[in-house]
């Protein structure tokens, strides 16, 4: 067996997870996912929301916590960023209306550069496994946990008043959230987990094939992917025992992030392309990779760490700034954040300003 090229790129930059050791083993069949035939899960009742809520606060609350302040280990050795959970109790900074104007301004910015926007809500862990949160939340009969925060559904309204295309990844997490393979993010860090990363890729490019313009669009050759049982020891921003077992599927033969590529990803760093510390050996199973396997077309991307949003926005309207050729090849833009950071606030977008 030929085993996976490990290679580094300067634009891997760190996601929290610190890779304590990494073995991979044999390769194993390519899993199936469920992706089609999924309904969206219905809005939990007011009862069920105040009880999860109430929860939440008696287990985070300071007298409850025997860690370092910054995550909470629940059930089953899942662990969850404290701020992931706070932001469920505080008042959100962004109120889906409001998040929904700054959304729909962006689309108007972009589509005046001929630029595209799908907007793409990924499901913050608490979402996807509220009974690892607290006993006292149990799968229903059908498997799909109702939706226990009003601010989604809310937020998908407003986008829908507006004409906002948007892409709510939360039923697909929801039905395969208990796939043999592994969950749909890390136990042990608030990340989408490399099965996430291909439910994610594997969506998205559903929606980015609908494009008219795919079909003429010049293909990469070479990729390839493999599914590797794995034992991969981390230590992220959760904490944990650092011995979280994963199975990844493994990206080889890909470019770097391509300027002239037409679909450019604009996310936070559930979006980075590889999965380790800055400096150190990283594994070639990132979101970014994923995608660009799915679709076989080149991608550019802009992912910010940090637990920030704007940055990536930022960065991409300034590269856009200093060369009209760069935002002319440009077709579709990847608006990708976490639940959490859609109810933090957003930084300003500078204006696109032209020339070479």
């Known amino acids: ?24 083993v044999a390769a194993q069949e390519a899993p199936t996912f469920i992706l089609d035939g999924i309904a969206t899960p219905p809005t939990a009742d007011d009862q069920a929301v105040a009880l999860f809520r109430s929860e939440v606060h008696r287990l985070t609350g300071p007298r409850s916590r025997e860690d370092d302040g910054s995550a909470h280990q629940l059930r089953n050795g899942y662990c969850f960023f404290k701020e992931e959970l706070d932001c469920l109790l505080a008042h959100p900074v962004n109120a889906p209306a409001e998040l929904a104007g700054s959304i729909s301004g962006y689309r108007d910015h972009l589509q005046k550069q001929g ?18 949160v607290t006993a006292k939340v149990s799968a229903p009969a059908s498997g799909v946990f109702p939706s226990l925060d009003r601010f989604r559904a809310e937020l998908f309204a407003e986008l829908a008043k507006k004409g906002v295309r948007y892409l709510d990844l939360t039923p697909v997490f929801m039905a395969n959230r208990n796939h043999a393979i592994g969950p749909t993010h890390f136990r042990e860090d608030t990340h989408i987990s490399p099965v996430g990363c291909v ?3 594997q969506a998205i490019a559903r929606e980015v094939k609908k494009q008219g313009w795919y079909t003429e669009a010049a293909k990469t050759t070479g990729t390839t992917a493999t599914w590797k049982d794995g034992i991969v020891s981390i230590n992220g921003d959760c904490g944990g025992t650092g011995k979280e077992i994963i199975s990844a599927r493994i990206i080889a033969g890909y470019p770097d992030a391509a300027p002239s590529a037409p679909v450019v990803i604009i996310g936070d760093s559930n979006c980075e392309p590889c999965i380790g510390p800055m400096g150190k050996q990283k594994i070639q199973c990132g979101l970014p990779l994923q995608l660009m396997y799915e679709l076989q077309l080149p991608l550019d991307w802009f992912c910010a760490a940090g637990g920030s949003q704007g940055g990536s926005q930022q960065e991409f309207e300034i590269k856009g700034a200093k ?8 077709k579709l833009a990847l608006w990708i954040t976490s639940g959490r950071l859609n109810r933090d606030k957003i930084g300003g977008l500078p204006p696109a300003n032209g020339g070479e």
């Open 1 to 24: 067996m030929t085993p996976p090229r490990f290679r580094s790129d300067h634009r891997c930059v760190g996601v929290g997870i610190l890779l304590v050791g990494c073995l991979l």
């Open 323 to 330: 060369s009209r050729s760069y935002r002319s090849a440009k």
């Open 199 to 201: 439910l994610t890729a």
């Open 115 to 132: 630029i595209d926007l799908l907007y793409i809500f990924l499901p913050t862990k608490w979402e996807i496994y509220p009974d690892q």
